[in-house]
């Protein structure tokens, strides 16, 4: 079995009075220890697929099994108690809080970036 596995993901966010789909079908599946990239262009769901992943945000469709250890060693899927389900939540915000702030540039960076570019 897979480390993570998600099949038939589907997301859609209100966009006025219709639905602006982001996710449609999206299955992938992760070995435990592979190393994963997920690329594509501003706007194409990367950052809601991984959300939808950490079980930040429901999916409209389709399943995420996670097969990964848990506080308590009963609980090694998706069926989480609340206390296992709240514990695998705080792992992964502060992974993902680690990595935005890796990613974006602070604002000091980009008074800089522009000090540079204007001499």
Same mark, same amino acid.
């Given at each position: 079995m897979a480390y993570i596995e998600a099949a038939g993901i589907a997301k859609s966010f209100p966009a006025g009075a219709a639905t602006r789909p982001v996710l449609r079908g999206v299955s992938l599946s992760v070995e435990r220890g592979e190393f994963v990239s997920i690329v594509g262009a501003m706007g194409s769901g990367k950052s809601t697929l991984l959300s939808i992943l950490a079980g930040l945000t429901p999916a409209d469709e389709g399943? +995420?099994?996670?097969? +990964?250890p848990f506080p308590r060693p009963r609980n090694r899927t998706a069926v989480l108690g609340r206390a296992d389900y709240h514990a695998m939540r705080r792992q992964v915000i502060d992974f993902l809080e680690h990595h935005a702030h890796q990613s974006r540039p602070s604002a000091l960076d980009r008074v800089l970036r522009q000090r540079t570019k204007a001499n």
């Open positions: 399943t +995420v099994v996670l097969n +990964v």
